[in-house]
T-cell receptor
């Protein structure tokens, strides 16, 4: 079956702009989580959605938001981009919510803010 | 505050030898632990997990050991192969409700042929 698909793979934006990233989970998976990966910081949890509802949120400013659609596809939005937002953004899907279940990651979207 | 710590940013091991990757955690509520492997330009892939009711879980060449009293877990790879060269992330979560997964910063393993 198809894996987790993230689009676009690469993105270059200017400081102050906004960006929307997309994630299509594995068919049948209802949980989608988003992570930010930067050098030296590992994977920082952004938020998790299950059945169109945000179930958990990490310690990121309100400029980072997301949503999940009825088909479980998810989008993440970052407004008023800052240079420090440059990172690899990873999406992961799983059958159930929370941490006691294997997550399947997409290849990520590499965002560069200039 | 890093609740999951991987204190070794990198590790080099000869092919055929044992690789031991370590992970410490501070949150006593964590009771489920996972290891993920990540190759460059790819997303992390699940490797092995362990519940706090166990102290060891084995899957082929990969074994995870959990020492709850020390809040420490380790991943053993025996024998190590060049294809194992990747970044390994330790992750932890607490059971019950919508609990997020907390990742460490990763350890880069290089297996030298």
């Amino acid at each position: 079956k198809a894996g987790v698909t993230q689009t676009p793979r690469y993105l270059i934006k200017t400081r102050g702009q906004q960006v929307t990233l997309s994630c299509s989970p594995i068919s049948g998976h209802r949980s989608v989580s988003w992570y930010q990966q930067t050098p030296g910081q590992g994977l920082q949890f952004l938020f998790e959605y299950f059945s169109e509802t945000q179930r958990n949120k990490g310690n990121f400013p309100g400029r980072f938001s997301g949503r999940q659609f009825s088909n479980s596809r998810s989008e993440m939005n970052v407004s008023t981009l800052e240079l420090g937002d440059s990172a690899l953004y990873l999406c992961a899907s799983s059958l159930l919510w929370g941490g006691e279940t294997e997550a399947f990651f997409g290849q990520g979207t590499r965002l560069t803010v200039v | 505050d890093q609740q999951v710590k991987q204190n070794s940013p990198s590790l080099s091991v000869q092919e055929g030898r044992i690789s031991i990757l370590n992970c410490d955690y501070t949150n006593s509520m964590f009771d489920y632990f996972l290891w993920y492997k990540k190759y460059p330009a790819e997303g992390p892939t699940f490797l092995i997990s362990i519940s706090s009711i166990k102290d060891k879980n084995e899957d082929g060449r990969f074994t995870v050991f959990l020492n709850k009293s020390a809040k420490h877990l380790s991943l053993h790879i025996v024998p190590s192969q060049p294809g194992d060269s990747a970044v390994y992330f330790c992750a932890a979560s607490a059971s019950g409700g919508y609990q997020k997964v907390t990742f460490g910063i990763g350890t880069k393993l290089q297996v030298i042929p």
